[in-house]
């Protein structure tokens, strides 16, 4: 069975930090397509960050060189550090192996002063 706990959300100020984790099992972690994805409120789910098996990464460009995806393979871990968080960062975030269905209960960042 395919599961997603992510952790770390916080509130934070604008121009803090956070780190991101999401502990994945049930398939094969090392091998696929990891993503990060966000909710804010009263919007759409939207896709952030994506990271290949071999390390290869896209970002959304409202992220790009303030956000950077990682991952621990041996471990199933998938990390997402935010650096310069501005208000409009302020979301539920997500993982999720790309081009699934499953999705965890995601963790809030919370982004004000």
């Known amino acids: 069975q395919v599961q997603y706990v992510e952790s770390g959300g916080a509130l934070v100020q604008p121009g803090g930090s956070l780190r991101l984790s999401c502990a994945a099992s049930?398939?094969?972690?090392?091998?696929?397509?990891m993503t990060w994805h966000r909710q804010a409120p009263g919007k759409a789910r939207e896709w952030v960050a994506t990271?290949?098996?071999?390390?290869?990464?896209f970002y959304t460009d409202a992220v790009k060189g303030r956000f950077t995806i990682s991952r621990d393979n041996t471990n199933g871990t998938l990390f997402l550090q935010m650096n310069n968080l501005k208000p409009d960062d302020t979301a539920v975030y997500y993982c999720?192996?790309?081009?699934?269905?499953?999705w965890g209960q995601g963790t809030l960042v919370t982004v004000s002063s």
């Open positions: 049930g398939f094969s972690f090392s091998s696929a397509i």
């Open positions: 990271m290949f098996p071999a390390g290869r990464t």
């Open positions: 999720q192996e790309a081009d699934t269905t499953t």
